[in-house]
């Protein structure tokens, strides 16, 4: 259900980004990942109502709005971080940037941008392991020499431990395999639907392809053909799109359950903007990401079930000649 190689960089790319940029003001508040879930549009229950929900550029407006501001979201996230972490740094003082780790230059990182794009994505095929040794080995080496030490409270540890848990290579591994066993099914039951629907679709009775094919019999034989196909068609799409709507709705209802008490966590802890302690910051950073990441997964599904339960229905008999430009010029 989630690149969790991704999710465990992002703690290591926002913390590269505090060491290689400047320090901005933090952003505002942003919306909250309970508010970004719940904006994600409803499974439709026919394949007419996936018709509506599809523009004329084969895109859901509402789902393209949602994947922007989720991004944005995820930015303002990473700035409370770089800005909570900063201070923590400040405060601590003693420490230095090491100046080197897994085999990353970090002084070179600081001053040469296209080195530091380039480490960047590095970073990111790196696996959850390597990541996690690699967090720490740059923690390991900033030091915490002449530190006071400073606890965050209780909600605000709790938001920090609950991150944390994610990263759990074990869990990832178990969440992942929950998804794919929900969706191989799926495609199981899918594969089913095309089979029955296949032994009953209808065959063309003349040979009109080619020259020859605009004949008066060949058309009325098209015609034939495609009064019979077109609702076989349609009744396919209206059985894989409940299908799939199961599914989808067994997901959602997983994941609001998660998303509810990650916002509980993230709101206490105000995106990290309320920790003190060392390395906080860092796992509720993570929990927010974690949850942006499932919300854009979740989003992305619904919005290829959308437009292939829609597809038949907008192009009519079209389909049956060409249906990639059922939507063009629209």
């Given amino acids: 259900m989630f690149t969790s190689t991704l999710r465990t960089g992002a703690i290591v790319l926002a913390l590269g980004a505090t060491l290689f940029a400047p320090v901005s003001v933090a952003a505002e508040q942003p919306q909250s990942v309970l508010q970004l879930f719940n904006r994600i549009p409803k499974t439709p229950a026919t394949v007419q109502e996936a018709d509506q929900m599809v523009n004329g550029n084969q895109q859901i407006p509402a789902v393209v709005t949602l994947k922007a501001d989720l991004e944005a979201h995820a930015s303002a996230v ?10 923590i ?10 100046a080197a780790v897994a085999g990353i230059d970090m002084a070179r990182m600081q001053t040469d941008k296209a080195y530091a794009k380039e480490m960047e994505a590095k970073m990111k095929t790196m696996s959850p392991q390597e990541l996690m ?3 720490a080995a740059m923690a390991q080496g900033m030091g915490t020499r002449g530190s006071v030490a400073v606890y965050d409270p209780p909600e605000v540890k709790a938001a920090a431990e609950a991150g944390q848990a994610l990263m759990d290579p074990e869990q990832q591994a178990a969440q992942t395999a929950t998804y794919q066993r929900r969706w191989a099914e799926v495609e199981k039951k899918v594969a089913a639907v095309n089979e029955e629907f296949a032994a009953k679709f209808p ?32 009744a396919r799409d209206a059985e894989i799109l409940r299908v799939e709507a199961a599914a989808l709705e067994d997901e959602r209802t997983a994941l609001a359950a998660q998303v509810r008490t990650a916002d509980q966590h993230l709101l206490a802890a105000q995106y990290g903007a309320a920790s003190q302690e060392l ?4 796992n509720i950073l ?3 990401q974690h949850m ?11 919005e290829d079930v959308v437009k292939r339960a829609a597809l038949v229905t907008h192009c009519g008999p079209r389909f049956l000649g060409s249906s990639s430009s059922c939507y063009g010029g629209q």
Avoid: H, W
């Avoid at 009775?205 to 053909?225: I, M």
């Avoid at 942006?292 to 619904?302: F, H, M, P, S």
């Fill in 279 to 282: 390395g906080n910051p860092a």
């Fill in 286 to 288: 993570f929990l927010d």
């Fill in 89 to 98: 740094q400040a405060r601590i003082g003693g420490g230095s940037t090491p």
């Fill in 133 to 135: 040794a690699m967090s």
């Fill in 292 to 302: 942006v990441n499932e919300i854009q997964v979740l989003a992305t599904k619904l």
């Fill in 78 to 87: 990473e700035e409370i971080f770089g800005v909570a972490d900063a201070k």
């Fill in 203 to 234: 065959k063309m009775r003349l040979s009109c392809d080619g020259e020859g094919g605009g004949r008066p019999e060949c058309q009325a034989e098209r015609a034939r053909y495609a009064a019979e196909m077109m609702p076989l068609l349609v």
